[in-house]
Nanobody, 120 residues
C-alpha cells in the first residue's frame, strides 16, 4: 500500500527554520511528482510546493516563495521541505502527497502530517 509519513515539525519562533521530511513506501517513488500541502485550523487545504520525479523542476505558492525549498532523495525514497523565515501564518499541519493524489483530492495515503507551529 502507498504510505507517506511526514516528520520534522515542531514549535519555532518567527524567523526560525525547520526541515520537514516525508518517508515514502509502497510505490515507485522516483516516478512520481510530489507535493507538500498544509492545512491550518478551520482552513482549506493549501498547496505549498511541487517537485517533479527527478527533482529538476520545482514550483511554489506565492506565500512561501523565497522562504521554502522542496527537494527529494530518490535513493532514500524521501521528500524534504526546508522552511525558513517562518511566520505565524505558516502554522499548519503539513502533509506530503503524490501530486496526482492532491489533484484528485485522494487523501487516503497522506498520513497524519506533521505539525508546524510558529509562535513567540
Amino acid at each position: 500500500e502507498v504510505q507517506l509519513q511526514a516528520s520534522g515539525g515542531g514549535l519555532v519562533q518567527p524567523g526560525g527554520s525547520l526541515r520537514l521530511s516525508c518517508a515514502a513506501s509502497g510505490f515507485t517513488f522516483r516516478s512520481y511528482a510530489m507535493s507538500w500541502v498544509r492545512q491550518a485550523p478551520g482552513k482549506r487545504i493549501e498547496w505549498v510546493s511541487t517537485i517533479n520525479g527527478d527533482g529538476g523542476s520545482t514550483r511554489y505558492a506565492d506565500s512561501v516563495k523565497g522562504r521554502f525549498t522542496i527537494s527529494r532523495d530518490n535513493a532514500k525514497n524521501t521528500l524534504y521541505l526546508q522552511v525558513n523565515s517562518l511566520k505565524p501564518e505558516d502554522t499548519a499541519v503539513y502533509y506530503c502527497a503524490r501530486t496526482s493524489d492532491y489533484y484528485t483530492n485522494y487523501r487516503n495515503n497522506w498520513g497524519q502530517g506533521t505539525q508546524v507551529t510558529v509562535s513567540s
